[in-house]
């Protein structure tokens, strides 16, 4: 019966919560419940299926997994080189993550990865050159292939205006 939200906020009802805060049913602060540090910042947030929170965003390392008391899962760093924008879950428990980076962990992947639940990058799902501008939005089809939004017009160099939808290996599915 609660639910965590993220923002660009120092506080709720004068209780300082920067960036992120979990809220009772009702929608009052649940005082229990503090994330271990500031996420200035947040942008998305996707809750795993065993109670961790994922949270992406602009805030130092970008892209954090939570565990279910707000303590911070040191065991996932996957270390994006920018902003995350928009995070989603596949039903095996994979993450995809788009926003502003270049890079994961240091190896190339343009504004779109997936990561293994572990949060190491998937080689099984290739972006190419990746994407122009950056991803926005992300959404997971019942089929594993993924709808990705943003400010983009290339994707590995084809074109895709905007909106795009790609195969479960990372390809533009046209289909």
Not at 114 to 127: E, I, M, Q, S, Y
């Amino acid at each position: 019966g609660k639910f965590v939200i993220g923002g660009s906020f120092a506080n709720i009802n004068g209780v300082t919560r920067n960036g992120l805060a979990r809220l009772d049913a009702d929608g009052t602060l649940d005082a229990t419940w503090a994330a271990s540090q500031s996420y200035s910042t947040t942008n998305a947030l996707a809750l795993q299926s065993d109670g961790k929170i994922l949270v992406g965003g602009s805030f130092s390392g970008l892209l954090h997994r939570l565990n279910s008391d707000g303590t911070r899962d040191t065991s996932f760093n996957p270390a994006p080189s920018s902003t995350v924008y928009a995070l989603a879950l596949q039903s095996d428990g994979r993450i995809f993550v788009g926003g502003a980076f270049t890079s994961i962990a240091g190896i190339s992947s343009n504004r779109l990865a997936r990561l293994n639940v572990d949060g190491t990058l998937d080689p099984g799902f290739g972006v190419g050159t990746g994407f122009s501008s950056d991803v926005r939005a992300l959404r997971v089809l019942g089929d594993g292939r993924v709808l990705v939004g943003g400010s983009f017009t290339l994707y590995n160099g084809a074109s895709a205006n905007r909106l795009v939808r790609l195969t479960t290996a990372g390809a533009i599915d046209g289909a």
